[in-house]
């Protein structure tokens, strides 16, 4: 799996992903194989409000709004969109990537990405 230099993103393994993700509390979110679908599925799994634009922008902005209490983020299935659009895929973690560098250390929310979603 490419990591695309990111450090603020932790890329598990498929076979510890799952187990580490349920002891963390993490926030569950199912990459899809285009870019659009799977910025739904963080809206849907993020409860974001309805004026959410589907938009990288967009996306960016929900998370900012999330309180640094959030629990963590583990964006699973990646492969699905990674392979079907890896523009798309570079473009999320970029998002992700801008957002963590807003925030100090002590309020980031962790990002686990993992190919398997189980």
């Not at 990591?3 to 076979?15: E, N, S």
């Not at 963390?24 to 870019?35: E, K, Q």
């Not at 969109?81 to 002590?106: C, H, K, M, N």
Request: net charge negative.
């Amino acid at each position: 799996m490419a990591k695309d230099d990111l450090d603020v993103t932790t890329f598990l393994p498929a076979d510890s992903a799952a187990a580490l993700a349920e002891r963390l509390g993490a926030v569950r979110v199912p990459a899809a194989p285009s870019t659009a679908a799977s910025l739904a599925a963080f809206a849907a799994a993020l409860h974001f409000p309805d004026y959410f634009g589907g938009n990288l922008d967009a996306l960016l902005d929900c998370l900012r709004d999330r309180p640094a209490t959030a629990p963590p983020l583990w964006w699973c299935d990646v492969a699905r969109l990674r392979d079907a659009d890896p523009s798309g895929y570079r473009a999320i973690l970029r998002v992700f990537t801008d957002w963590q560098a807003e925030r100090p250390a002590a309020g980031r929310t962790e990002v686990y990405v993992s190919d398997t979603g189980t």
